[in-house]
């Protein structure tokens, strides 16, 4: 029964989705932080606070991920490790691919917003981003 429900919950997920077009793909560029990882099983994680943020870079579909600490001043700090990334379509659908001296891997865009970004993963866990919004004391 949770079979049932989970294939039915993605089905309407991906179904409800709006499709992905590539003028959408400038969106990507800039700050996002994670919000929720949906697991394989359906499953959801929440994350209220964040300690890192993926700042992506990407120009005529080429660029890198970036993880970065915000600080309270409004600068951010990083190990300077790059993931090199390039943006490409299969089948209707758009990709980022992942490139490091370690491995490649490949996320689908499933949706991309000015404020929202899901990805999904070979392993079929679902990462939604929001677009970052800086500390202020203020």
Do not use: H
Request: a neutral charge; proline letters at 1%; charged letters at 30%.
């Amino acid at each position: 029964m949770k079979r049932i429900a989970f294939v039915f919950l993605t089905f309407l997920l991906i179904s409800c989705q709006a499709d992905v077009k590539k003028e959408d793909l400038t969106k990507l560029s800039g700050y996002w932080e994670i919000k929720q990882v949906t697991l394989a099983d359906g499953e959801n994680k929440d994350y209220k606070v964040n300690e890192t943020i993926d700042f992506f870079e990407v120009k005529d579909n080429v660029g890198f991920r970036q993880k970065v600490m915000p600080q309270f001043d409004g600068t951010f700090k990083t190990n300077g490790i790059k993931e090199s990334i390039k943006v490409f379509e299969e089948n209707d659908s758009y990709f980022i691919e992942y490139k490091t001296e370690y491995g490649k891997w490949n996320e689908e865009i499933i949706t991309i917003e000015d404020s929202t970004l899901v990805l999904k993963n070979k392993q079929n866990l679902i990462y939604t981003y929001k677009k970052y919004k800086p500390f202020s004391l203020k």
